[in-house]
């Protein structure tokens, strides 16, 4: 392979790699199936919003934002500094609404959740003029995914980044540059499979490599989701 991408989408109870020579859409509907009932986490990267996964549920990652507004917070002045800022708070305010929220009743934190949209609302509001450039390309990014920044409020089992996703591919990335990459396809293809078995095994709670040997043997099997997962992806 001449050059080619590791993706990882991952559940609570079971990680998939795969290695690709695409950067698409495809792959993401290729692993989890066009009629995808769950909800995928993943950062803003441009196959998460194709128009074949446009009636997906989705959560764009809170980290990636926070981390770009933070940059842009620490760069800019004055007035251009106003609006990274309040969309830092509204953002932190989310996070710390999710950790609030066994707590709550369901009146206040639907009133809580609809406030902090209405302020996102207003900041980014395509009738408000932006004189800094990179403000403007900021407020149309989160119109752009305004559907897909809330839901982890208003779903119990969906995080609010892709940090697990972000976790599973660090390691697989380390074992491919260690062993000199992938020199051919079916290599790929070999060492996608064993991690993601690998990995499932642990997440299932079994002894990784035991469970490989009954998988590879024919003597057992990881067991599968049956009610639609979060997957986070990378």
Partial sequence: MLSAW???????????????????????????????????????FTAYDAQALSEWLKQKCFAHLLH?????????????VRLPRALLSVL?????????????EETELRERCQALEARLDALISPRRHFSDPDNARMAKRLRKQRAHLFTFLTMDEVEATNNRAERALRPAVIVRKTGGCNRTERGAKTHAVLASLLVTAKQQGGDPLEALIRVLTGQGKLFLERSPPTVNAA
């Fill in 6 to 44: 590791l993706w990882v989408f991952t559940s609570r109870q079971i990680t998939v790699y795969t290695i690709q020579d695409s950067r698409g859409h495809e792959v993401v509907v290729e692993i989890l199936g066009r009629q995808f009932a769950g909800v995928l986490v993943s950062d803003c």
């Fill in 68 to 80: 770009e507004l933070a940059q842009l917070e620490r760069e800019k002045s004055r007035a251009a």
């Fill in 92 to 104: 932190r305010e989310a996070l710390q609404l999710k950790a609030d929220q066994p707590q709550l």
